[in-house]
């Protein structure tokens, strides 16, 4: 198998070319197939040659030489080129593994991945060489370089050193810096991220911004400071302001933003009707969300929302591989291009009923042909969480005045904490909760309230976290332990205790953070964490991200960090983490 970016070897390229010469047949040949020709924008008719993962021929001719060749009549269906994800975040829960295998069987065969976790978690070393044993899985998976942690974390000046960003940025795998979580300082006059964002664009890489709500000056800013895309425009008045400032703009369908079919009504309203410069995302939705699909739904979506169809295609493949610079690799049926191809049984429904990824059959007439293969997360050494330390009584204590206040799954506001904390259990006739932020190696905690998570919630443990540091909720401090001490014993995951007994788990076997499980496997398991969380007063609709985003200082107003409260809009800690 050549390297990712698919640099076949000279020896391989010869072979290609004796595929048309009739000297070798190809592994597969398509007749008769109705494609989508993104050339000439059209549907065409062809046969198409493929030998192993790459396309050798498309036209009219078929080979002469056909000897042990797997040759498929594709009378009845549409052929489209395997969609593409953009901006996908694959540590919620599942793992870069999982989320490929899943997404393949919806016709999502190429992940641009966010490298947050592997940055976190890994040594440069052990991540790069993950990375190396995924390229041997049939989808394809790219990356992105983190210029910043999205939280106030120790250490970042070694974990987000130049040394680490540069060896990233220099990675075949990496197609892009960012996403910029930490524009602002950015614009405050940091010249480190600015010095990395030009060395991206001298190694002729891309540069993701992230900025909701941002002004249509602080848009030109950004732009003239290197960002070439965002992912969060969430009305069409702010698609039209990134479209007019020369940025290529991700319409996002996601657990937390689903708002696509808004944006799509609003956009058409302001008479956008061309889609060159849009394309998909379900920006690292939570496991369930995706019962319903992948990319192929946000292609239906769109096409249900008047979106001509060629058009709606083009957004998930051509569109986003020309952006990247892989269109000679992905996102069209073409010669020399990868196999990966989507077979359709109508031209307005995009959920393919057969896959081909690096030509091999993911999916064929509606069945899993699991040929996906067994990842061993023993070869690459993946962490495990391995805690030699316990959390005891006096480590809950809570005395400080100031809270957090949800407002809504994600966002964080203060408020000043006017019941009795002292006692070893709060008042079920209130929302407020005990929070804890404590560090995995158990050198440092945080203690504080958390204000409309939940009313009638015990005690909850999860490792699973920005950083990987554990969170602790509940009114009770016995369960809270209780929740706790089973979350080491099963090696990290979400733990939730009652009455000192264990009422609901989600092991997350890989260091704390991910699940080993598939996703079909998951989907059930979160849904399950949802209503037990509903039952005990959560209000909102994905705790998953609620946990995540504890620590994310990219959205307003007050986080818990490594560093302690931070008050995001004054750029200052409040309160600082206590060693143990």
């Known amino acids: 198998m050549p390297d990712q970016r698919y640099r076949w070897k000279n020896k391989h390229l010869r072979e290609h070319v004796a595929v048309i010469d009739g000297i070798i047949p190809p592994t597969l040949v398509l007749t008769n197939a109705i494609y989508l020709n993104q050339a000439l924008n059209q549907w065409v008719k062809a046969n198409i040659w493929i030998y192993y993962e790459r396309i050798?021929?498309?036209g009219k001719e078929l080979p002469s030489h056909s000897d042990k060749c797997e040759i498929v009549d594709c009378n009845g269906?549409?052929?489209v080129p395997g969609y593409i994800e953009p901006h996908a975040h694959p540590f919620q829960l599942y793992n870069p593994h999982s989320l490929a295998e899943y997404a393949s069987q919806y016709g999502t065969t190429t992940l641009i991945n966010d490298n947050m976790s592997l940055v976190l978690q890994l040594s440069t070393e052990k991540a790069f060489s993950f990375i190396s044993k995924l390229k041997d899985i049939p989808s394809t998976l790219y990356w992105w370089c983190r210029f910043d942690p999205q939280t106030e974390i120790q250490d970042e000046e070694l974990i987000f050193s130049h040394t680490t960003v540069k060896?990233?940025?220099e990675h075949d795998a990496v197609l892009q810096g960012g996403e910029l979580t930490g524009w602002p300082k950015l614009l405050a006059g940091d010249d480190m991220m600015l010095l990395w964002i030009q060395e991206a664009k001298r190694l002729r890489k891309q540069i993701e911004g992230h900025f909701p709500g941002a002004s249509e000056k602080t848009l030109a800013k950004m732009m003239l400071l290197g960002a070439t895309?965002?992912?969060?425009?969430?009305t069409g008045d702010e698609v039209y302001s990134r479209l007019m400032q020369g940025y290529t703009t991700s319409l996002r369908y996601s657990s937390i933003r689903p708002d696509l079919p808004?944006?799509?009504?609003?956009i058409h309203a302001l008479g956008i009707n061309k889609y060159d410069h849009l394309f998909y995302t379900t920006d690292g939705s939570t496991p369930s969300f995706y019962k319903q699909g992948f990319i192929d739904n946000m292609i239906n979506i769109a096409i249900d929302k008047g979106v001509p169809p060629i058009d709606a295609y083009n957004m998930a493949t051509i569109n986003v591989a020309r952006y990247y610079q892989i269109e000679y690799l992905h996102g069209n049926i073409a010669t020399g291009r990868v196999a990966n191809i989507n077979f359709l049984t109508e031209k307005d429904n995009a959920t393919p009923v057969s896959v081909l990824a690096k030509g091999i059959w993911l999916k064929k007439d509606g069945r899993n042909t699991n040929n996906f293969g067994h990842f061993s997360w023993e070869e690459v050494d993946w962490p495990q969480l391995n805690m030699k330390w316990d959390l005891k009584s006096e480590d809950l204590q809570f005395s400080?005045?100031?809270g957090l206040k949800m407002e809504n799954d994600v966002i964080m506001k203060p408020y000043s904490v006017n019941i009795d904390v002292s006692v070893d259990e709060l008042s079920t006739s209130h929302d407020e909760s005990f929070l804890m932020l404590v560090d995995r190696n158990g050198k440092w905690r945080l203690n504080t309230i958390i204000k409309g998570f939940a009313s009638n919630l015990l005690g909850m443990a999860s490792s699973f976290s920005n950083t990987g540091d554990l969170i602790?909720?509940?009114?009770?401090?016995?369960?809270?332990?209780?929740?706790?001490?089973?979350?080491k014993e099963i090696g990290g995951g979400i733990v939730i205790a009652e009455n000192n007994s264990i009422i609901f788990e989600i092991p997350l076997k890989l260091n704390g953070v991910m699940s080993s499980q598939p996703i079909a496997e998951l989907i059930p398991q979160e849904q399950q964490f949802k209503l037990v969380l509903r039952e005990r007063g959560y209000q909102y609709e994905d705790p998953v991200y609620s946990l995540l985003f504890l620590q994310s200082t990219h959205l307003p107003y007050v986080r818990i960090t490594q560093q302690g409260i931070y008050d995001v809009m004054n750029k200052t800690v409040l309160f600082p983490t206590i060693i143990r």
């Open 56 to 58: 050798i021929y498309v």
């Open 262 to 266: 808004m944006l799509i009504d609003e």
């Open 472 to 487: 602790l909720i509940g009114k009770n401090k016995a369960d809270m332990l209780t929740a706790y001490t089973r979350m």
């Open 229 to 234: 895309s965002d992912h969060e425009a969430m």
């Open 167 to 169: 060896s990233w940025l």
């Open 400 to 402: 400080m005045p100031l």
């Open 77 to 79: 269906y549409y052929l």
